[in-house]
């Protein structure tokens, strides 16, 4: 990987142990919320644990520089996903390794790691301080550094991100939405970190303005090497950025594929739905059928089958492994016919 003109490498990058492993390796990953926690629900439910299964034993792998896009309809598990890997949130189970660090996915992130992993959201407005100015919500990340060598990397940030260094001295509100969604970026990059969780960063943004974010992180990853994990909730963003591509059904990986396979050949009867839905992959157009169902008390079997078009009796009383790249009964017994 080359520096970018203008780019200073940290003194201490983490090197990754095993140039030929994945940059990112997600093994088993779970996380339960307990809902039963607080003392009104315990009141209202009168006391029986009721557990929300948000991601359950998801693995998948990114390499470096390469993109791994997480789709699937709201409530399916992406943002938890997002969260503990940025360090947001700890797992109930779960490993994880990044850059040759092994962790166990509910126990703090080693020093090594913290600042190499930083997370883009989706509302920009949010996620920065209204009361702080550009230069300083930028610096956040390297706030330890002399002030002359900040500021001369905040003014870099920003030409990196097609702002003008005379923008650090403004407040986030004498921004557009895409300007701001720029500036987190910016704020994203500060430490040179180079895995980025990008929870569904355009989404808020008028479509114009998207595709400009987009090619934006495109250029960036290209220039720096940048590693992403990338969420969106909309299959013609994620055909766009994704190497590879994870749908996730009610917290389970139902198909892993790379992006240009999956979206000429999907696999798996619910990736099949939420394409048939978009325009131009070629696939016959169809609405996205029935509803996510509740994951508090999901249906038995594949959690699918309720709103499968190719459900069979096995289906609905046996969960389908994940094998192959997909979780199907349907495409496991025609993967073992064409063998
Ligand atoms: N803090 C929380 N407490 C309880 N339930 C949560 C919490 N965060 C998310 N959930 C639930 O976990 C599931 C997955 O949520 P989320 O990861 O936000 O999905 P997505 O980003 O795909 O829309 C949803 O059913 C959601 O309601
Ligand atoms: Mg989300």
Redesign the pocket.
Known sequence: MTDAPGISRPADPVQPTDPAAPYVQVRGLSHE?D?SEGLISRLTTGGTPRV?R??NDVSFDIRQGETFA?V????????????ILAGLLAARAGEIRIDGHAMAANRPRPAALRTAIQMVFQDPFASLNPRWRVDRLIAEPIRDMPAPARIERVHELLRLVGLDPLDSAKFPHQFSGGQRQRIAIARSLAANAPFLVC??PTSALDVSVQAQILNLMRTLQGQLGLTYLF?S?NLAVVRYMATDVGV?YL?RLVEVAPADRIFTSPRHPYTRMLLEAVPGTGLPRAEVRGEVPS?ITPPSGCTFHPRCPLAEDICRSKVPEFRDGVACHVAHRAATAAA
Do not use: Q
Request: charged share 20%; hydrophobic share 40%.
């Open positions: 919320f809902l929300l948000a991601v997480l699937g309809e709201s409530g399916s598990g992406k943002s938890t996903i997002a969260r929870d569904e969420i909730h996730l917290g994951p």
